[in-house]
């Protein structure tokens, strides 16, 4: 009898650790969703005159993304929450800074306006847990305000020299590459880009 329960407890270990380390597959009812308190970064422009060029701004911006070949990167298309309804946003993951995703959009905002947005999200097991035990009501209500700060923040902050260089040049890239594409857009539309601010909101603050 105690053989058998040592072996369940053995086996319910190995499952525990085997999730927890594939935690970038384990999200508790946010997967493939954006929000507030994952996003480290992001910028937004709204393009007027410019809703019907949703599809192939996507489109030039994900070969724009593809031809500087920056290294260690995957890029995908995936349907992405940003509030209520799934959008088609590309998706940019890096291959060892786990955690760290890019989400690009070009999105209609009614018949006129385009919004192309960039988001640089950390996603961490720290911040799921946290928000799932806030929904719950589970323990001090900002206690997630703290795990945020050990789980997110933090975590860019106690990165190695090389990692932050690493994470710099990619993040800098993308951005850098959804600005030239809106300042192209603007260009073709006869649209002053002079008056774009093109400094993200959030932590790394690019321009």
């Not at 005159?49 to 030039?60: C, F, G, L, R, V």
């Not at 040049?169 to 594409?181: G, K, M, R, T």
């Amino acid at each position: 009898m105690w053989v058998i329960l040592i072996l369940i407890a053995i086996l319910v270990g190995l499952y525990a650790m085997n999730r927890f380390k594939n935690w970038s597959k384990w999200k508790i009812k946010d997967q493939h969703r954006i929000t507030e308190e994952k996003v480290l970064d992001e910028w937004t422009a709204l393009v007027t005159n410019a809703a019907s060029k949703s599809d192939q701004t996507m489109e030039k911006l994900a070969r724009a993304i593809h031809a500087q070949k920056i290294p260690n990167i995957t890029i995908s298309k995936k349907e992405i929450r940003l509030g209520r309804d799934p959008r088609p946003f590309l998706v940019v993951e890096h291959s060892f800074l786990k955690g760290y995703y890019m989400y690009v959009a070009a999105l209609a905002y009614g018949e006129e306006r385009l919004n192309v947005v960039w988001y640089l999200v950390l996603d961490t097991p720290e911040i799921a847990a946290a928000r799932r035990n806030a929904r719950l009501g589970v323990g001090d209500p900002m206690a997630w305000m703290n795990r945020f700060s050990r789980g997110g923040y933090n975590r860019v902050l106690n990165m190695s020299i090389l990692d932050k260089l690493e994470l710099s040049n990619y993040v800098s890239l993308v951005h850098q590459i959804v600005v030239d594409e809106v300042k192209t857009l603007m260009d073709e539309l006869n649209l002053d880009f002079s008056k774009v601010n093109t400094t993200t909101k959030g932590f790394l603050n690019l321009s």
